[in-house]
């Protein structure tokens, strides 16, 4: 049998765009003499639809583009959907695999397993399977699976997460293949873990593997594709490409399929997903343009970067928008990054505003010296500046906060953090100079003094990042131990090597900065916890480790 992995980015209950581009997928695999389309995950309503699939109307609608596909099928395709359950338990829905074929539904398979870690609460919504069953279909019987069912074999994991193993049962009912819909968010590194996982499964259970995934943005969330299709002994036979729609064949007999080429680097990877995640979440939520205020340094630049190859250069802005202590090198750099994108670059002084707002201050805060608030008045300013803009152009405002500094709190709210979306708040600062570096590589865009200099935000005299917070290569390595590992202060001070005082002092400040972070845009996903509903923090809490 021939099987088509057909790989297309869904939006959230675009029903009928999503209906279309299945159909014209599957005349594509079928010209090109598939036996069988496979799509990914609830491609019928996109993934993730959280709370809309408590709307009955959501899921009547879910079926009536199913038993419409299964009418128009221009041969047996394998899609996934939400579907009503007519269970007792509440949950309104089975995240559901439906095979269409002869104009009707002829196989339903429901998810057995739900994750509920990280983004995942999908026992908020769906009905687990009460059983799975093999499905005979063009010479083969196939085991098919949704997403986590196949990620819990305990042949790979040290520490399965479920008591059952759903492709252990369908292999043990003679399947003879593994078909597997997903929609598997991208973070550093999963893919090569998925590669693994998927070769293991292969192997161990001498049987191939065919994994369908799904591809672009859908809000934080940011799919890289990559579907593959694995022979019994581990080979990749088939295999689409990251971050793009795509479609590729593999043969069940012959075990030969095409073979994308892949990203050659994490660094390369990360990058294609920003700018994946940038270009959906824009043009998902109805915008075309999107303005970036742009200080001259690192984080801006990488931000801008990552925009025109998104949207285009005819659809970024870059404002710079110096006050009374932004350098001449600054704003030089600010606006040869500009030249060098292509951009339309403003140039907005905000100095005799700041003066205006001292001035309109000036009785109430007479007996207080300057402080961060005079600070934080800049920028403000600027926020309200790129908000302005915004309102008056139909642009979106990317806010350019790194992850480091989101994370300790070192950013203002209603100022740098104003925004519709933050691209690079799940990048640590280290990592912003890696991508610089990456969005180099063939030409110089980011200039090389803005790589070079010492990050400030200069809102005050000669300030750097390093008079409030440890060199960002000590910072980061806390971060990461803290928040994406979950380790206690004494236990990064002991691995690491560092003050206990200075860790201690660190985490206080991630979970002090929770407020903050509540009210900030939402930002792409691309470590293994991210800030934001993949990581539900009390704000209100007095706990100290």
């Given at each position: 049998?021939?099987?088509?992995?057909?790989?297309?980015?869904?939006?959230?209950?675009?029903?009928?765009?999503?209906?279309?581009?299945?159909?014209?997928?599957?005349?594509?695999?079928?010209?090109r003499g598939a036996d069988l389309a496979v799509f990914s995950e609830l491609c019928i309503c996109g993934y993730l639809p959280l709370d809309l699939l408590e709307r009955p109307a959501f899921l009547d609608r879910n079926r009536t583009e199913v038993d419409c596909l299964a009418k128009k099928a221009p041969l047996p395709m394998l899609i996934?959907?939400?579907?009503?359950?007519?269970?007792?338990?509440?949950?309104?829905?089975?995240?559901?695999?439906?095979?269409?074929?002869?104009?009707?539904?002829?196989?339903?398979?429901?998810?057995?397993?739900?994750?509920?870690?990280?983004?995942?609460?999908?026992?908020?919504?769906?009905?687990?399977?009460?059983?799975?069953?093999?499905?005979?279909?063009?010479?083969?019987k196939l085991g098919i699976t949704i997403c986590e069912d196949i990620w819990n074999d305990k042949t790979f994991w040290a520490k399965p997460l479920y008591e059952i193993d759903p492709v252990v049962d369908l292999i043990g009912q003679g399947a003879s293949a593994i078909v597997n819909l997903s929609?598997?968010?991208?973070?550093?590194?999963?893919?090569?873990?998925?590669?693994?996982?998927?070769?293991?499964?292969?192997?161990?259970?001498?049987?191939?593997?065919?994994?369908?995934?799904?591809?672009?943005?859908?809000?934080?969330?940011?799919f890289d594709g990559t579907s593959i299709a694995m022979t019994a002994?581990?080979?990749?036979?088939?295999?689409a490409r990251a971050f793009e729609e795509d479609l590729v064949l593999f043969d069940t007999v012959t075990s030969e399929g095409d073979v994308h080429?892949?990203?050659?680097?994490?660094?390369?990877?990360?990058?294609?997903?920003?700018?994946?995640?940038?270009?959906?979440?824009?043009?998902?939520?109805?915008?075309r343009k999107a303005l970036i205020g742009l200080s001259g340094g690192i984080d801006s630049a990488v931000v801008a970067s990552i925009a025109v190859a998104a949207l285009g250069k005819q659809n970024v802005t870059g404002i710079s928008m110096p006050g009374p202590y932004s350098s001449e090198g600054s704003i030089r750099d600010a606006r040869q990054l500009a030249s060098n994108l292509?951009?339309?670059?403003?140039?907005?002084?905000?100095?005799?505003?700041?003066?205006?707002?001292?001035?309109?201050?000036?009785?109430?805060?007479?007996?207080?010296?300057?402080?961060?608030?005079?600070?934080?008045?800049?920028?403000?300013?600027?926020?309200?500046?790129?908000?302005?803009?915004?309102?008056?152009?139909?642009?979106?405002?990317?806010s350019t906060g790194n992850k480091s500094e989101i994370g300790v709190?070192?950013?203002?709210?209603?100022g740098d953090m104003a925004g519709g979306l933050a691209v690079i708040s799940d990048v640590p600062k280290t990592m912003v100079y890696e991508l610089a570096r990456e969005i180099n590589h063939e030409r110089e865009l980011v200039p090389l003094a803005t790589i070079e200099k010492p990050p400030s935000a200069e809102l005050r005299p000669n300030q750097t990042d390093q008079d409030s917070l440890p060199p960002y290569d000590v910072l980061d390595r806390i971060l990461k131990a803290y928040v994406e590992e979950v380790r206690t202060p004494e236990e990064i001070a002991s691995h690491y090597r560092f003050p206990l005082e200075l860790v201690r002092d660190i985490t206080l400040k991630v979970d002090r900065s929770e407020y903050k972070r509540k009210q900030a845009a939402p930002g792409l996903k691309i470590t293994s916890r991210a800030f934001g509903f993949g990581r539900p923090f009390p704000i209100a809490q007095k706990f100290v480790p």
């Open positions: 049998m021939k099987i088509g992995l057909c790989q297309f980015n869904p939006t959230v209950g675009d029903f009928a765009g999503n209906a279309a581009r299945i159909l014209d997928m599957a005349r594509q695999a079928s010209d996934g959907y939400a579907a009503r359950a007519n269970s007792s338990t509440g949950k309104p829905a089975w995240n559901a695999a439906a095979l269409l074929a002869e104009g009707r539904v002829l196989f339903e398979q429901h998810k057995m397993l739900l994750p509920t870690y990280d983004v995942f609460d999908e026992s908020r919504y769906f009905q687990p399977a009460l059983r799975q069953q093999v499905f005979a279909f063009s010479g083969e929609a598997s968010p991208y973070t550093i590194d999963k893919r090569g873990v998925r590669l693994e996982m998927l070769r293991a499964l292969a192997r161990s259970n001498r049987r191939p593997v065919v994994y369908v995934n799904q591809v672009g943005g859908d809000d934080t969330l940011v002994d581990g080979r990749i036979a088939a295999q080429p892949q990203p050659d680097s994490e660094i390369s990877t990360s990058l294609q997903a920003l700018v994946t995640g940038t270009r959906d979440y824009v043009r998902k939520c109805g915008f292509g951009i339309e670059f403003l140039v907005l002084p905000i100095k005799n505003l700041f003066e205006s707002y001292k001035a309109a201050l000036a009785d109430a805060f007479a007996e207080h010296p300057q402080d961060t608030t005079e600070e934080n008045i800049q920028a403000r300013i600027r926020g309200t500046m790129l908000m302005a803009l915004s309102n008056k152009f139909g642009a979106l405002v990317l709190g070192y950013c203002t709210l209603y």
